[in-house]
């Protein structure tokens, strides 16, 4: 099969990509997507996953007998903006359960066909021939959960000596770290956060150089817009404290507002905060970065694990239980996000934290026209342009209902078309492609929790950031493993889970999405 085989038209991969995939260790169709870019395109692989898992089985990366296809996202055809925007909301499900309670119409089936996912969905295990290292019988620090923390962490903690696990119940970027829309802010209304955020990004902007991967970091700014006089009373609070911290952050008018970003309706909004030392960068292979130099440092990181246990006696975590064994360690550190509360539950410890769906969705490539990342802050729209060109956006519903779902929404694809148009109309015409979804971690303070689990030593926390746990993941890995090595450090006090026993709340107000 000729190396210069185009197996992605829509995206140009090629059969050689593929092979420097497969090279890389990515043989899971999930991993492959993601590497290369294909069915990322119009299509959606409907006219190139057959011949990927061809390709992948002539190189032996595939088993011959298994069906192994990735989700096609909605829209299944690429949709205008202003046809989306036009759907009325009553004939759109609620997610909520009692939806057939509030009498809503029926989507006509011609708008469904377009809009909703097909049954089919993505094989979330491993090739069935998959070379699996065996886990070792102890080790010094366990860590479950392979997303931007928990390999941030690993990182560090092999970079001095600490002989690390990590276990990922998925394919590398399966859960938020690999679902989120890449934008990294230190505008935050507390300190702590404030400072995380500044150490992070600098950490960003020589990843390239550091761990050998690049990650695209585009210093294009963030650009939050007030629709209100409380709202911008909220940012100029936030403004003052971000100042007194070294941020270049101020409150701009419309007009200036619009000279930044040309395409903004100025009526929709009052004023916005401004810092343009903000950006985005592409999410995966910040992950894979990480995982990569972790590995090289002497960590051992193994996808498709599944932690079905925790060994605690005396008071004192001994280990971790997995579905292909037993693993004897002083300390685990709990990096699983959403996923964590359910994990503690394994240790009878129970966590305040609660996963919420945030949908996320791009349009087909435009030109360069869009330098920062803006948000409505009021309504929880955001979005920017990728490198690629598409617009990446996403926005909140205060009607989502707890849990760990991570399907798509025709409701979603309505209002975010609504509300895009409205503050930028130009954009009518562009064309959604394809929606997907990842779950928030949510705190009731939306601050993270840190540190020891009161009752059970050596299990540590590390989750409940809310949306922004993968922007601040450079700094909370380098500090926690400052502490775990005994370090003093007040991050580990101050966002510690016994604060919510205590009622000793760290409030954080500067959410979006």
């Not at 309505?414 to 509300?419: I, K, L, M, V």
């Not at 400052?482 to 919510?500: N, Q």
């Amino acid at each position: 099969m000729s190396e210069k085989l185009i197996v992605c038209a829509c995206e140009d991969v090629t059969a050689h990509e593929l092979d420097k995939a497969i090279a890389q260790g990515f043989t899971d169709i999930e991993s492959i997507k993601r590497y290369t870019g294909l069915g990322t395109g119009p299509c959606q692989g409907k006219s190139c996953v057959s011949g990927a898992i061809r390709c992948l089985r002539a190189r032996e990366a595939l088993p011959v007998g298994e069906l192994d296809h990735f989700r096609t996202r909605p829209p299944l055809q690429p949709t205008a903006l202003r046809q989306l925007a036009g759907l009325p909301l009553e004939m759109l499900p609620l997610p909520m359960a009692e939806t057939a309670q509030r009498g809503q119409r029926e989507i006509p089936e011609s708008v469904r066909q377009r809009l909703l996912r097909p049954v089919r969905s993505a094989v979330s295990h491993a090739p069935l021939d998959r070379k699996r290292n065996p886990l070792p019988e102890k080790t010094d620090v366990v860590i479950i959960g392979g997303g931007i923390m928990g390999l941030a962490l690993a990182w560090h903690l092999a970079g001095n000596g600490v002989k690390v696990l990590v276990l990922e119940r998925g394919y590398l970027c399966a859960g938020a770290s690999g679902r989120n829309g890449g934008g990294v802010r230190a505008q935050w209304t507390t300190p702590t956060l404030i400072e995380l955020a500044k150490e992070s990004i600098e950490f960003m902007s020589g990843f390239a150089q550091t761990l050998g991967i690049n990650v695209w970091f585009r210093k294009g700014g963030y650009l939050f817009l007030a629709h209100d006089e409380p709202t911008l009373k909220r940012m100029e609070e936030s403004a003052a404290l971000q100042k007194r911290h070294g941020l270049p952050t101020r409150i701009i008018g419309p007009g200036e507002a619009r000279d930044i970003v040309p395409e903004l309706d100025s009526s929709r909004f009052i004023a916005a905060s401004w810092n343009p030392d903000d950006g985005v960068v592409f999410p995966w292979p910040f992950v894979w970065g990480y995982a990569d130099g972790a590995q090289k440092r002497g960590a051992q990181v193994e996808t498709f694990t599944r932690v079905t246990g925790l060994d605690v006696s005396e008071g004192r975590i001994r280990g971790v239980r997995t579905d292909v064994g037993t693993v004897k360690a002083d300390r685990v550190v709990l990096a699983a996000g959403a996923w964590s509360p359910e994990i503690a539950k394994f240790a009878n410890v129970s966590l305040p934290n609660v996963p919420y769906r945030h949908e996320i969705v791009s349009s087909e490539p435009l030109k360069p026209f869009l330098g920062p990342l803006v948000s409505m802050l009021g309504t929880g729209l955001y979005f920017s342009q990728s490198m690629r060109g598409e617009i990446v956006g996403g926005m909140g519903d205060p009607d989502e209902p707890p849990g760990l779902n991570q399907e798509s929404s025709a409701r979603f694809l309505a209002r975010y078309a609504r509300a895009l148009t409205e503050i930028m109309p130009r954009v009518g015409e562009v064309k959604l492609l394809r929606q997907w979804a990842g779950c928030y971690d949510v705190t009731p303070d939306h601050s993270p929790i840190l540190g020891e689990t009161p009752g059970v030593a050596g299990l540590l926390q590390m989750s409940g950031f809310v949306g922004h746990g993968f922007m601040m993941a450079p700094a909370v890995g380098r500090r926690m493993a400052e502490w775990m090595g005994g370090a003093k450090d007040e991050m580990f006090e101050r966002y510690s889970l016994s604060r919510f026993a205590e009622g000793r709340l760290e409030p954080e107000t500067f959410i979006i999405g």
